[in-house]
């Protein structure tokens, strides 16, 4: 059956990604565990400017690297290793402000299915709480590899490098820093360059 309204959906119940599927609304939403979080607004000028930067940066790199670097609305569905991939037994599908993907098996026309290697967060007002904790979890539990959070409003940006399926923090970094991936150690670039 097909859903044209949000308001037609139950906010309490679960779904998966099979049921997301059928949604056929404006709203853009993502599925975090079965529950629908909307993801707000249309960003505002300072997300979308630090994002065509940081684009600019890795897309120049994951050319070289033989990766993939896709930016929202782009679906990436996260699976749980002791469930099949299939439509019903998904229930998380986010959608990055970007992420880098070397595993070409993991691409296909609906969008990626399995961890990314990197996804960046930029913090817009509204969604820090689901950026900062459940997501975390999310990207946690799934192998994203390397986790970045861009926060506009102190122009710092936080890595979280997966250590033995735990998030290990890296030293926060501040406009006047040089960050460094741990996971692709030649991406090396000025934070400032994204925060202009």
């Given at each position: 059956?097909?859903?044209?309204?949000?308001?037609?959906?139950?906010?309490?119940?679960?779904?998966?990604?099979?049921?997301?599927?059928?949604?056929?609304?404006?709203?853009?939403?993502?599925?975090?565990?079965?529950?629908?979080?909307?993801?707000?607004?249309?960003p505002?000028?300072?997300?979308?400017?630090?994002?065509?930067?940081?684009?600019?940066?890795?897309?120049?790199?994951?050319?070289?690297?033989?990766?993939?670097?896709?930016?929202?609305?782009?679906?990436?569905?996260?699976?749980?290793?002791?469930?099949?991939?299939?439509?019903?037994?998904?229930?998380?599908?986010?959608?990055?402000?970007?992420?880098?993907i070397?595993?070409e098996?993991?691409i296909?026309?609906?969008?990626?299915?399995?961890?990314?290697?990197?996804v960046?967060?930029?913090?817009?007002?509204?969604?820090?709480n689901?950026?900062?904790?459940?997501?975390?979890?999310?990207?946690?539990?799934?192998?994203?590899?390397?986790?970045?959070?861009?926060?506009?409003?102190?122009?710092?940006?936080?890595?979280?490098?997966l250590?033995e399926?735990?998030?290990?923090?890296?030293?926060?970094?501040?406009?006047?820093?040089?960050?460094?991936?741990?996971?692709?150690?030649?991406?090396?670039?000025?934070?400032?360059?994204?925060?202009?």
């Amino acid at each position: 059956m097909m859903i044209t309204d949000i308001n037609e959906l139950d906010l309490n119940k679960t779904y998966s990604y099979a049921d997301y599927l059928t949604w056929q609304f404006d709203d853009r939403v993502e599925l975090l565990s079965g529950k629908i979080f909307s993801m707000g607004s249309t960003p505002n000028t300072t997300h979308q400017r630090i994002s065509r930067e940081l684009t600019g940066v890795l897309y120049n790199f994951s050319k070289q690297h033989q990766c993939n670097l896709f930016a929202a609305p782009f679906d990436v569905r996260l699976i749980d290793k002791k469930k099949s991939k299939l439509d019903q037994d998904i229930f998380t599908v986010v959608q990055p402000d970007l992420c880098v993907i070397c595993d070409e098996t993991k691409i296909d026309e609906r969008g990626a299915i399995g961890a990314p290697d990197l996804v960046i967060e930029i913090l817009s007002p509204g969604n820090s709480n689901k950026e900062m904790k459940y997501k975390f979890d999310l990207y946690e539990e799934a192998g994203v590899q390397e986790y970045w959070i861009v926060n506009p409003a102190d122009k710092t940006l936080f890595i979280y490098v997966l250590k033995e399926n735990q998030f290990i923090g890296m030293h926060p970094l501040i406009e006047e820093d040089s960050i460094q991936s741990k996971l692709f150690p030649d991406l090396d670039f000025q934070l400032a360059e994204i925060f202009n």
